[in-house]
């Protein structure tokens, strides 16, 4: 029976949002949005009338990164080692928590209280509602403000509701540290295949494509995706290694 309310509850909940969001005059639908008002200069082709349009990428007017949201182009391009120092630092302090918190034998942390049955439903319905969303950031960082850092922390926090809402519940803390390690790697390699093989560290060397389009800006969905998949799982293992005590 519980399951089933929960079933129902995350269907209305959803269903509210989409309703929400559709009869919403500051949402605008997917594909819909004027790209000209969110770029820089360098991205609009003025005709002699004053109209504006995207332009297609190329090497004549590769001015930039490729990006449609400008800042992404500054954190992927022009201050890649400032990028790679964040994700460094961010890496020491997870380490920093884990050589002091972490042991061979823990177990949940006993909180002074035990969620209830409303918070169990409510946090399986948000759980889903912020990993989706933080998602949704991660592979449009290049098209709309968000990216890998945002996106990733977004990911954690659906992480540590499910923490808060479930006494007995627990991360695979093994998966995390793979994945964090897999797209760690990948992500310094990318950086040095730029800077080895073409002009400086993470360029972008692959097709920028066309503008506003999902597929495009090269390596940048790329590098975010790795950045976002890094954030989220060290942020979640500084969780558990907070939310775990070791046995005695």
Do not use: C, W
């Given at each position: 029976?519980k399951n089933?309310?929960?079933?129902?509850?995350v269907?209305?909940?959803?269903?509210?949002?989409?309703?929400?969001?559709?009869?919403?005059?500051?949402?605008?639908?997917?594909?819909?949005?004027?790209?000209t008002?969110?770029v820089?200069?360098?991205y609009?082709d003025?005709?002699v009338?004053?109209?504006t349009?995207?332009?297609?990428?190329?090497v004549a007017?590769?001015?930039e990164?490729?990006?449609?949201n400008?800042?992404?182009?500054?954190?992927?391009?022009?201050?890649?080692?400032d990028?790679?120092?964040?994700v460094?630092?961010?890496f020491?302090?997870?380490?920093g928590v884990?050589?002091l918190l972490?042991?061979?034998?823990?177990?949940?942390?006993?909180?002074h209280?035990h969620?209830n049955?409303?918070?169990?439903?409510?946090?399986?319905?948000?759980?889903?509602?912020i990993?989706?969303?933080?998602?949704f950031?991660?592979?449009?960082?290049?098209?709309?403000p968000?990216g890998?850092f945002p996106?990733?922390?977004m990911?954690?926090?659906?992480?540590?509701l499910?923490?808060?809402a479930?006494?007995?519940?627990?991360?695979?803390v093994?998966?995390?540290?793979?994945?964090?390690?897999?797209a760690?790697?990948?992500y310094?390699?990318?950086?040095?295949?730029?800077?080895?093989?073409?002009?400086?560290?993470l360029?972008?060397?692959?097709?920028n494509?066309?503008?506003g389009?999902l597929f495009?800006?090269g390596?940048?969905?790329?590098?975010y995706a790795?950045?976002?998949?890094?954030?989220?799982?060290e942020i979640?293992?500084?969780?558990?290694?907070?939310?775990?005590?070791?046995?005695?």
């Amino acid at each position: 029976m519980k399951n089933f309310l929960s079933l129902v509850l995350v269907l209305a909940l959803g269903g509210m949002i989409i309703l929400s969001l559709q009869n919403n005059q500051y949402f605008t639908a997917y594909g819909e949005v004027d790209i000209t008002k969110r770029v820089s200069e360098s991205y609009i082709d003025r005709d002699v009338n004053g109209g504006t349009q995207a332009v297609e990428f190329g090497v004549a007017n590769n001015l930039e990164s490729g990006p449609a949201n400008i800042v992404t182009a500054i954190v992927a391009d022009y201050r890649s080692f400032d990028t790679l120092g964040e994700v460094t630092v961010l890496f020491v302090s997870s380490l920093g928590v884990a050589l002091l918190l972490a042991s061979g034998k823990q177990k949940r942390l006993d909180l002074h209280f035990h969620p209830n049955f409303m918070l169990r439903v409510g946090s399986r319905a948000l759980f889903g509602i912020i990993l989706m969303t933080g998602i949704f950031v991660i592979v449009h960082g290049h098209l709309t403000p968000g990216g890998g850092f945002p996106g990733g922390t977004m990911i954690a926090s659906s992480i540590l509701l499910l923490y808060l809402a479930d006494d007995n519940f627990r991360t695979k803390v093994k998966s995390f540290k793979t994945l964090e390690s897999i797209a760690g790697s990948l992500y310094v390699i990318i950086g040095l295949v730029g800077l080895f093989a073409f002009d400086y560290f993470l360029v972008n060397f692959l097709d920028n494509g066309i503008l506003g389009e999902l597929f495009s800006a090269g390596i940048v969905p790329i590098v975010y995706a790795l950045i976002g998949l890094k954030v989220g799982s060290e942020i979640s293992g500084i969780i558990d290694n907070f939310l775990t005590e070791e046995v005695a």
